[in-house]
């Protein structure tokens, strides 16, 4: 069964501005860890991000599609199985994942 998919506004904006040729890998991606989006170390698809670089990411997962440089964000809302995209962006010396700290900060 698959988790909800829910978009923040931020967040669907960013997939919005992707090159139209990109779009449907990352939408195709999200759909299929949306299947199981807990951590590896859960037996999911999605990667749990922790503290790096002297920052907090704990409670962030993300999904990494290599060839075109794109990290999608999210985090979990377990207890109504809502997984919430919260970044869609470059990979770019960490910028998304400071992105993606304050926007959860913020929800």
Same mark, same amino acid.
């Given at each position: !069964? ?14 919005? =501005? $992707?090159? /139209?040729? +990109? ?5 195709? /991606?999200?759909?299929? &860890? ?14 749990? $991000? ?9 409670? $962030?997962?993300?999904?990494?599609? =290599?060839?075109?440089? +794109? =990290? &999608?964000?999210?985090? $979990?809302?377990?207890?109504?199985? =809502? !997984? &919430?995209?919260?970044?869609? /962006? ?5 910028? &998304? ?11």
């Amino acid at each position: !069964m698959s988790w909800e998919i829910i978009v923040i506004p931020e967040a669907q904006k960013e997939f919005e =501005r $992707l090159n /139209g040729s +990109i779009k449907p890998q990352i939408a195709k /991606g999200i759909l299929k &860890v949306a299947q199981n989006p807990l951590s590896r170390q859960e037996g999911g698809y999605g990667e749990a $991000l922790g503290h790096h670089s002297g920052l907090d990411w704990t409670g $962030l997962l993300k999904i990494k599609f =290599r060839k075109p440089g +794109i =990290r &999608v964000i999210y985090q $979990l809302k377990r207890e109504h199985k =809502r !997984m &919430v995209i919260i970044v869609i /962006g470059i990979r770019s010396d960490d910028e &998304v994942y400071r992105i993606a700290a304050k926007r959860r900060d913020a929800l």
